[in-house]
């Protein structure tokens, strides 16, 4: 029980930290020293602690679902900025982006361990949670992947919602997944996540 509250008191205070001033350059990133130190310090803290999704078998009802732990790494593949600029960043409003996702996930029900891939379409709108110059932005996505482990093997389509900032912070991910391997599994995933800066 404990892992799950620590999960969500992580996620809160993480949001919190979005409201609170942060050094950035003039286009309202936090440039390129920055981005190395988030690198530094996030994927390592991303390995140490993992996130968790809630399972529920396809055979089974709601409450009888169960946590697993999952070591999320996201890759973002670029995108589009467009719309008017928002004045506390200088940054387009809207942002239409590719994100790729690799994740090992354990299962303690099942005892089993899988590795997932998924590629993620989102929608960020910067205009009602950036403050200062923090470029952050609260959007929503549509994902889908595949899946590989001890028990079963197959496809996954999932969707959400993100808030995502700068890479001083990690990206909140908030989703259901619906996956067809083994017997099949409803996922609710909550994870803050360290997209490397590919773009």
């Known amino acids: 029980m404990r892992e799950p509250l620590a999960q969500w008191a992580t996620a809160v205070a ?3 930290a979005l409201w609170l001033p942060q ?9 390129v020293l920055g981005d190395a130190l988030a690198l530094l310090v996030g994927v390592p803290i991303e390995l140490m602690f993992p996130d968790m999704h809630y399972e ?3 055979d089974r009802g ?17 995108g589009i900025d467009y719309g008017a600029r928002v004045p506390r960043t200088g940054r387009e409003r809207y942002r239409l982006e590719l994100v790729t996702t690799a994740e090992y996930q354990y299962s303690r029900r099942h005892r089993a361990s899988r590795g997932a891939l998924a590629l993620r379409g989102q929608w960020i709108d910067r205009g009602h949670i950036a403050r200062d110059a923090l470029d952050a932005g609260l959007g929503v996505y549509a994902e889908g992947g595949g899946v590989i482990g001890g028990d079963g093997r197959g496809g996954f389509l999932g969707a959400g ?3 995502q900032s700068d890479p001083s912070v990690p990206d909140i991910v908030l989703g259901y997944r619906r996956v067809w391997a083994g017997v099949g599994r409803h996922m609710v995933l909550l994870q803050a996540e360290y997209p490397l800066p590919w773009d």
């Open 23 to 31: 050094p950035a350059s003039a286009d309202g990133s936090i440039g």
């Open 161 to 163: 919602i993100t808030m």
């Open 62 to 78: 709601w409450g009888t679902g169960h946590w697993a732990l999952t070591w999320p790494l996201a890759l973002g593949l670029g």
């Open 14 to 16: 993480i949001a919190a």
């Open 56 to 58: 529920v078998d396809a």
